[in-house]
Nanobody, 116 residues
Framework: QVQLVESGGGLVQAGGSLRLSCAAS????????MGWYRQAPGKQRELVAT???NYAHSVKGRFTISRDNAKNTVYLQMNSLKPEDTAVYYC??????????????WGQGTQVTVSS
């Protein structure tokens, strides 16, 4: 089994910062890529950032993705937060399991709420 566990969400005022973490655990041989998505109420899930440092236009210059390969963890540092950043944030990871097969996993999501 493989699990992605996110943490770090919460309520913050506009202009504030939050740091999200997502740790992968289980029968992992290697992690090919990790990323962050978000889904606001009534909207489709959208890409925020990938571990190859591709960012959505709306977050460029404010969000930074980083990865700690030794800990199988990806982070999302979010600065200058805006009310429109309010959403459930999900991490995902393309993981090669010990079996040798590749799978895409999703975390359970963490709520980020930015008040104006």
């Amino acid at each position: 089994q493989v699990q992605l566990v996110e943490s770090g969400g919460g309520l913050v005022q506009a202009g504030g910062s939050l740091r999200l973490s997502c740790a992968a655990s289980g029968s992992i041989a290697s992690i090919l890529a990790m990323g962050w998505y978000r889904q606001a109420p009534g909207k489709q899930r959208e890409l925020v950032a990938t571990s190859s440092t591709n960012y959505a236009h709306s977050v460029k210059g404010r969000f930074t993705i980083s990865r700690d390969n030794a800990k199988n963890t990806v982070y999302l540092q979010m600065n200058s937060l805006k009310p429109e950043d309010t959403a459930v944030y999900y991490c995902n990871a393309a993981i090669v399991r010990s079996s040798g097969y590749e799978y895409l996993y999703w975390g359970q999501g963490t709520q980020v709420t930015v008040s104006s």
